[in-house]
C-alpha cells in the first residue's frame, strides 16, 4: 500500500547532539512537509518542498535543516541550535495544492 | 497570511449526542479548506475538503461541513456522535490562489465520547 513511513517512531537526543528523523512516500507525491504538534498549539510548519533538491523554510525553521535529494525521501534534522526539541514531528506529502497525507509521526524526547 | 481560530479546545459527549466544533479562518481571497483527525495513536487523516461548488461538503463517517463565506466559517457537524468518533479533530485553510500555499492548521478540538 501506498504511504508515508516515519522513522524512528521514538527518539531521545542528548543535550548539544543532533538527531535525524527520517520520512519517506511511496504515493509520487512532488510536494513534502514538516510539522511539529505540541499541545494546545496545533500544527505548526518547519519546512516544506516543492521539488526535489528545493526546499522552503516554514513558521518554525530556526535549529532544524532539511534535505530532498529524492523524490520519496525528505529528512529532517533537529540540531543542537533547537533550544526546546521535545515534540511530536510529523512529515505529510501532497501532490500540488491537494489534501496532504501524513506519516504516523515521531516523537522526540530529550535525555 | 491567513490563519485559523477553533473555538472549542476540549469537547465532552455522550453517545447518540449531535456535534458540532467550529472553525473560523481569516483570509481576503478564495480558500481551499479541511478537516482533520486524529484518532488515539493513529496518523492524521483527512475528513473532508471544500475547494469550490456546493458549501456543504460530505466526508467519512458520517461527517459534513458548511461554508459560509460571509462568517468566514468551516463547522464540522454530526447528527449522533459514537464512542469511535473520539479523536482530534483539525481544521486547516489554504489560499486557492494558484501556485504553493502553505496549509495553516488550528490549534486542534479533542473530542471525547462518553459511552
Known amino acids: 500500500d501506498g504511504g508515508i513511513t516515519q522513522s524512528p517512531k521514538y527518539l531521545f537526543r542528548k543535550e548539544g547532539q543532533n538527531v535525524t528523523l527520517s520520512c519517506e512516500q511511496n504515493l509520487n507525491h512532488d510536494a513534502m512537509y514538516w510539522y511539529r504538534q505540541d499541545p494546545g498549539q496545533g500544527l505548526r510548519l518547519i519546512y516544506y518542498s516543492q521539488i526535489v533538491n528545493d526546499f522552503q523554510k516554514g513558521d518554525i525553521a530556526e535549529g532544524y535543516s532539511v534535505s530532498r535529494e529524492k523524490k520519496e525521501s525528505f529528512p529532517l534534522t533537529v540540531t543542537s541550535a533547537q533550544k526546546n526539541p521535545t515534540a511530536f514531528y510529523l512529515c505529510?506529502?501532497?501532490?500540488?495544492?491537494?489534501?496532504?497525507?501524513f506519516g504516523d509521526g515521531t516523537r522526540l524526547s530529550i535525555l | 497570511a491567513q490563519s485559523v481560530s477553533q473555538h472549542n479546545h476540549h469537547v465532552i459527549l455522550s453517545e447518540a449526542a449531535s456535534l458540532e466544533l467550529g472553525c473560523n479562518y481569516s483570509?481576503?481571497?478564495?480558500?481551499?479548506l479541511f478537516w482533520y483527525v486524529q484518532y488515539p495513536g493513529q496518523h492524521l487523516q483527512l475528513l473532508l475538503k471544500?475547494?469550490?461548488?456546493?458549501?456543504l461538503v460530505k466526508g467519512i463517517k458520517g461527517f459534513e461541513a458548511e461554508f459560509i463565506k460571509s462568517k468566514f466559517s468551516f463547522n464540522l457537524r454530526k447528527p449522533s456522535v459514537q464512542w469511535s468518533d473520539t479523536a482530534e479533530y483539525f481544521c486547516a485553510v489554504t489560499p486557492n490562489s494558484g501556485g504553493y500555499q502553505k496549509v495553516t492548521f488550528g490549534i486542534g478540538t479533542k473530542l471525547q465520547v462518553i459511552p
Open positions: 505529510a506529502s501532497s501532490i500540488w495544492a491537494r489534501p496532504q497525507h
Open positions: 483570509y481576503g481571497g478564495t480558500v481551499n
Open positions: 471544500y475547494f469550490s461548488g456546493d458549501p
